[in-house]
């Protein structure tokens, strides 16, 4: 893919709501090399899979051959943006800030390219805002954009119409955004700004400021923001958000999250946050269709977004982690390997395993039953599997698999991973 390219592969893909002249757009790209930028909220110390449709956008830009910006915002991150909110942002102290830069920095590392020819860059607004005074940003950028701009922007409308207002400090979000493009153009060639539709507004002040106080056409492309067919926010779970730090969401459930995606919603995200060809992509949609209990369209979207993220190892882990979980008793020393830090573990002794009733010590040693009793009652109860298989008696001898692992299982949810080894 080159130069202009890309325009009509985000196209194909569903990635363009909104964008400046699309011939002159087309134009600036096809001549090749075009420096662009987009910027990050770094409200967190990690990404999460709402942010990866932007950084995926900047790679396909790079993969065509221009120089992505990677914005994250240090100093309007200390202002919050009110766009899509209907109340005021917590406002970050400088040593949060710091900390989530550093996180952020690390994970687009791994999806960005950060040497070659199409190079991407990190940049944080901080290192230019920081020494602008009050009275220099009223009089250089406040004095080219009106107050009518600013409230025709719908999310400002709303907030100033609802109950709890809306703040100076937000009032001023696309001030310092505009002057962020403006500031890119000047000192990196920057001529184009892509983000989310919500951003539209923001793009649009830069592009005017750009060209009130340069003289110079830049451009903006915005993508529609994603949502779930169910109703539900994309990349949220019942326990909160989906990141990309697998300290805070394990690779495991990263991938199990994608697995479940409605068939509603397959299509769309394949082509909004792989790299996968649209051709290929069509070609997955063709052989899901044919089953569709098959479940394949979600199967390739879970290993090619895990893949991007954490790397394939961990889409082999994962895996074998499900079979571990869900495919019965044929288990191996891999399949339990894999459920370290995804169930609770406990170290036994292997010298415990030889006693009169094995499964009922390693029922109470894991704390899955409370009792001796709990444990002979839940057995003849028949709710014990070990190692994937029905425990029938108490007394029943229990094998740890490769000599180092045993999985208990107790009805339907629960396992507990038991890692023997020698005294």
């Known amino acids: 893919m080159q130069g202009a390219d890309v325009l009509y592969d985000l196209s194909a893909r569903g990635l363009v709501h909104d964008h400046t002249d699309e011939a002159e757009l087309a134009k600036l790209l096809g001549a090749g090399g075009v420096t662009l930028y987009h910027g990050i909220d770094p409200t967190a110390s990690s990404l999460h899979v709402g942010n990866l449709i932007g950084v995926l956008a900047m790679r396909r830009f790079q993969d065509a051959g221009h120089r992505p910006l990677a914005l994250v915002g240090g100093a309007t991150g200390m202002i919050g943006d009110p766009s899509g909110r209907s109340d005021e942002r917590n406002l970050l102290d400088a040593e949060t800030l710091a900390s989530n830069l550093v996180g952020i920095r690390g994970q687009l590392g791994q999806l960005l390219d950060f040497g070659g020819p199409a190079a991407a860059r990190l940049v944080d607004n901080h290192d230019w805002t920081r020494d602008v005074s009050l009275l ?9 954009v009106t107050v009518n701009q600013m409230v025709a922007k719908e999310s400002t409308r709303s907030r100033m119409a609802s109950e709890s207002g809306i703040s100076f400090t937000e009032f001023s979000y696309m001030l310092l955004q505009a002057f962020d493009f403006w500031w890119l153009h000047e000192h990196y060639g920057c001529d184009l700004q892509i983000g989310g539709s919500d951003q539209w507004g923001n793009i649009t002040a830069g592009i005017d400021l750009t060209r009130r106080m340069s003289a110079d056409a830049v451009h903006g492309l915005t993508w529609p923001l994603m949502t779930r067919s169910d109703g539900a926010k ?13 300290r805070r969401t394990l690779p495991y459930e990263f991938h199990q999250y994608f697995l479940r995606i409605d068939d509603r919603d397959v299509e769309r995200i394949l082509l909004q946050l792989t790299l996968l060809t649209v051709e290929r992509i069509a070609e997955i949609m063709t052989e899901h269709s044919a089953s569709p209990e098959a479940r394949i369209a979600q199967t390739q979207l879970a290993d090619a977004v895990t893949a991007l993220v954490h790397g394939p190892e961990e889409v082999r882990r994962s895996k074998l982690a499900a079979e571990a979980l869900f495919g019965g008793d044929e288990l191996t ?22 006693s009169d009733e094995p499964a009922v010590d390693l029922l109470v040693a894991t704390g899955v039953c409370g009792s001796r009793g709990d444990a002979r009652r839940t057995i003849s109860q028949g709710g014990v599997r070990i190692n994937g298989t029905l425990v029938g008696e108490a007394a029943a001898s229990v094998a740890a698999i490769d000599g180092r692992y045993i999985l208990v299982q107790k009805g339907k949810l629960q396992r507990h991973l038991v890692v023997v080894s020698d005294a």
């Open 333 to 354: 020393g891999d399949n339990l390997e894999a459920l370290r830090g995804i169930v609770p573990e406990t170290d036994v002794d292997r010298s415990s395993l030889g």
């Open 234 to 246: 994309f990349g949220k779970t019942a326990n909160g958000a989906v990141w990309l730090d697998p």
């Open 136 to 144: 220099d940003f009223l009089r250089d950028v406040g004095k080219h």
